[in-house]
């Protein structure tokens, strides 16, 4: 069935769509059928509400299916389309917070909720939603600069479907969605903000490089300090090592010395043990001198030096007075005892 464009109250027929976009017009969704009479029984398609009159007057409005009307009084008005239809908002100029001028449009998305306000609300719903669409987004534009206008392009579009929803809304109309298409500006702002990218490119550049010098000379530094940590540590415990070592052999040395003077003692507490210690001292006498003669060119020559017999006799003298005090402490001890 062939159908009129209705742009108002005033049925037209279907406009080519060059017209149309010369004119910033687009098919909308009220429509009439061309012949759209009352047969007393009418099926309205789904999706669809016809608007009828009675008398002139607002009678109601038909749902999809069977509908019976009076013939003569009652009339076809209005076919109103209950799907959503895309309108595209035409390219227009708007100027951002920071004074830049871009063009822009988009591409509206809307349904008819309410068939009557559709109708009577609005002489032409198409045209009216298209004009504010266009100011909306001009409103929009002039509050965000044109950074904010790349980055919050999402809440920009949620913006405009807000403002178009408040305004609309008598209009028996509601904006589903509204995105942004294309964004045009000056050659010139366009080589500027070419620029800005490039630079903020190599600036991100310059950082990384610097942090990554960075980083290798702090490994670097990490690395000798844990270098000279491990070394020092090292150094640290091999002289504990060494220091514990001496001390074991100054022990056992000691231990050793400590075992060959009991011995020794033990020797002497014998039935002969004072002549054989004196025969052991002037062995050693003599042997002293012996190693003095061989091991240094500074010569130490006895008064007697000739006579073995009293170096002999002049140790053993040594001894016995050595010997004598010792027992002169010990017995002084046991009588304090």
Not at 123 to 144: H, W, Y
Not at 223 to 232: N, V
Not at 250 to 260: L, N
Request: charged fraction near 25%; charge should be neutral; include cysteine.
């Amino acid at each position: 069935m062939n159908r009129l464009t209705v742009l108002g109250r005033v049925p037209l027929y279907r406009l080519t769509s060059s017209y149309v976009n010369a004119t910033c017009l687009r098919n909308f969704s009220t429509t009439t059928p061309t012949f759209a009479r009352n047969t007393v029984i009418n099926f309205v398609p789904q999706q669809e509400a016809w608007v009828i009159e009675r008398m002139g007057k607002f009678h109601k409005v038909l749902e999809p299916g069977l509908n019976i009307l009076i013939p003569v009084l009652d009339r076809i008005k209005y076919v109103q389309s209950l799907k959503e239809i895309a309108i595209e908002i035409p390219q227009q100029g708007a100027i951002t917070l920071d004074n830049v001028q871009v063009q822009l449009d988009g591409v509206l998305y809307l349904r008819v909720i309410d068939p009557y306000k559709a109708s009577y609300g609005v002489d032409d719903p198409e045209f009216a939603v298209t004009q504010l669409a266009q100011t909306t987004m001009r409103s929009e534009v002039g509050k965000i600069s044109l950074d904010t206008v790349f980055k919050e392009r999402e809440q920009l579009n949620v913006n405009i479907v807000y403002a178009i929803n408040k305004a609309a809304e008598p209009w028996g109309l509601v904006c589903m969605r509204y995105e942004i298409r294309n964004m045009t500006m000056p050659a010139r702002v366009q080589e500027a903000m070419q620029m800005q990218v490039e630079a903020e490119r190599k600036k991100r550049a310059a950082i990384l490089e610097s942090e990554g010098h960075r980083d290798a000379a702090v490994n670097i530094a990490e690395g000798e300090k844990k270098s000279r940590i491990l070394a020092s540590e090292a150094s640290m415990q091999e002289k504990i090592n060494e220091a514990r070592g001496v001390a074991s052999a100054v022990e056992m040395q000691g231990q050793a010395r400590q075992r060959a003077i009991e011995f020794v003692s033990a020797a002497l507490n014998k039935e002969g043990g004072h002549h054989a210690a004196g025969l052991v001292v002037a062995e050693q006498y003599v042997q002293a001198f012996s190693n003095l003669a061989n091991k240094s060119n500074t010569l130490i020559v006895p008064a007697n030096a000739n006579d073995v017999n009293s170096m002999v006799t002049q140790a053993l003298t040594v001894y016995k007075q050595v010997t004598d005090a010792g027992d002169k402490t010990r017995n002084g001890d046991d009588q304090q005892k």
